[in-house]
DNA sequence: TAGTGGTCTAGACCACAAA
DNA sequence: TTGTGGTCTAGACCACTAA
């Protein structure tokens, strides 16, 4: 889960296939190199080019079938996990502005659900902080964020009308599992007077849990977005599948 | 993508160590058995073993650093692909009665939309079908789906109160991908009509392309759940993510 | 320091798709 | 029939964790 040999040979094959895939050498639909061909080509064993489709594979951008090549599959293309934990990031990716302003930052102690997710004993402290986050000059998203104490402690000390997650990685915090869950809730008066849209507009709500490569909980965020502004995507097929469907059993 | 070789050894493995992880031999943070040791009870290799670990991982179930032994992932019960695109798997396997009536069944000439979703020519027909899905005897979901002719053909001999998807999967239709984008909508005076809600409701809206082994789309849907009732959940990490967070660029 | 997972090789046989 | 990806083996060396 760490990023080890970020130099590896078949990480390097990857991002040469993504490279191509990306730049339209290989579009939608269209069949990939064979093992046997990228072996000669990188020189490798038929192992090392395996791994690196499966790498591919694990980002839902190709299909593969025994006897026939492998193929790009169509649709959207896709985020990094980092670009997913960074609103500021992802802005910029699709070519946007990232702004924020800060509503509300408190040291106090923990609630029962934020002491359980961050796995923290029921009289630990936690640092709050409410964000308002805007595309241009235009809010699109609420995020209440809970951090541990000895990360919070990392944040009161950062600029947090930027990208906290870009500042926390640069000083060696490393984000390496995450869990999201979806759904749709109406906006409170509070939701309606930060996000300037009258209440009980449909809001999509991520609650996202992420975790260090140990395991260990670095935050626990619910993040609100207008719901007709912001979509998520998620691909999976018959052996990759990290996808469920909940019911609230009320 | 298929399911070749359901009875492989690294599958078994895989399969055995899922057994062991939902019967609490392994809970969440767990240890799991070492490559090496897995190599000896089951005579194989330690490639095969990797293997067999490979697929829990697909699946966001463990987690791996190089030096430590392999974790158990927190968090919900993953569900299956198969889970996910039936509503009626799905409802059974949360130990709730599934349910539905049909709304509408049409056979007509395919929308812009549809044609693209579905990879037709804009003269094709496809058969269009609105049921809404209930459990127990609460309505929670409106699903508008499209088939592409050779798939409705066979859809319109079924029984569409039960499930389809089963049905076509005994018919031998393989469904191998998917890909999912989820966002929030108020419900129209259609939506609340067939809900028993009031209009403008929060909705959580899934649209959904499913895809044989060649990559030919097999139906193109249209979920609308009640808001605070369903959501859905994702597990990603930085070595595998199939998730990614879309702007309408309104 | 001992044990673990990460990377890589060089083979083998097989099931399947496509021509 | 040819070439493809799927499965499996038996080795090797290395980076890292945990005791």
Same mark, same amino acid.
């Given at each position: 889960?760490?990023?080890?040999?970020?130099?590896? %040979?078949?990480?390097?094959?990857?991002?040469?296939?993504?490279?191509?895939?990306?730049?339209?050498?290989?579009?939608? *639909?269209?069949? %990939? @190199?064979? $093992?046997?061909?990228?072996?000669? $080509?990188?020189?490798?064993?038929?192992? +090392?080019?395996?791994?690196?489709?499966?790498? &591919?594979?694990?980002?839902?951008?190709?299909?593969?079938?025994?006897? !026939?090549? =492998?193929?790009? /599959?169509?649709?959207?293309?896709?985020?990094?996990?980092?670009?997913?934990?960074?609103?500021?990031?992802?802005?910029?990716?699709? *070519?946007?502005?990232?702004?924020?302003?800060?509503? #509300?930052?408190?040291?106090?102690?923990?609630? +029962?659900?934020?002491?359980?997710?961050? $796995?923290?004993?029921?009289?630990?402290?936690?640092?709050? %902080?409410? #964000?308002?986050?805007?595309l *241009?000059?235009r809010?699109v998203m609420?995020?209440?964020?809970?951090?541990?104490?000895?990360?919070?402690? /990392?944040?009161?000390? &950062?600029?947090? !009308? *930027?990208? &906290?997650?870009?500042? /926390?990685?640069?000083?060696?915090?490393?984000?390496?599992? !995450?869990?999201?869950?979806?759904?749709?809730?109406?906006?409170?008066?509070?939701?309606?007077?930060?996000?300037?849209?009258?209440?009980?507009? @449909?809001?999509l709500? $991520?609650?996202?849990?992420?975790?260090? @490569? !140990?395991?260990?909980? /670095?935050?626990?965020?619910?993040? =609100?977005y207008l719901g007709q502004e912001v979509a998520? +995507?998620?691909?999976?097929?018959?052996?990759?599948?990290?996808?469920?469907?909940?019911?609230?059993?009320?």
């Amino acid at each position: 889960m760490t990023a080890p040999d970020s130099a590896s %040979l078949y990480r390097t094959i990857a991002a040469d296939l993504k490279a191509s895939i990306r730049a339209g050498v290989y579009p939608a *639909g269209a069949r %990939l @190199p064979s $093992e046997s061909e990228l072996a000669a $080509e990188y020189d490798a064993s038929r192992g +090392t080019i395996r791994q690196a489709f499966a790498a &591919l594979a694990a980002d839902g951008v190709i299909s593969s079938r025994r006897g !026939a090549r =492998r193929t790009v /599959l169509g649709g959207p293309r896709l985020q990094s996990f980092a670009d997913l934990l960074s609103f500021s990031r992802w802005a910029r990716s699709v *070519g946007e502005k990232p702004g924020g302003r800060v509503a #509300r930052l408190e040291h106090r102690a923990a609630t +029962t659900e934020e002491a359980e997710q961050l $796995e923290l004993t029921d009289e630990a402290n936690v640092y709050h %902080l409410t #964000r308002v986050r805007m595309l *241009g000059d235009r809010p699109v998203m609420i995020e209440r964020t809970a951090y541990p104490e000895h990360v919070g402690e /990392l944040v009161v000390g &950062l600029d947090p !009308a *930027g990208s &906290l997650t870009e500042r /926390l990685e640069e000083l060696g915090v490393i984000f390496a599992d !995450a869990e999201h869950t979806i759904d749709a809730v109406p906006a409170t008066a509070e939701d309606a007077r930060l996000l300037a849209v009258r209440p009980r507009v @449909p809001l999509l709500r $991520e609650r996202r849990r992420t975790t260090d @490569p !140990a395991g260990a909980p /670095l935050e626990w965020s619910e993040d =609100r977005y207008l719901g007709q502004e912001v979509a998520f +995507t998620v691909r999976n097929s018959v052996n990759r599948n990290s996808l469920s469907r909940w019911h609230s059993g009320r």
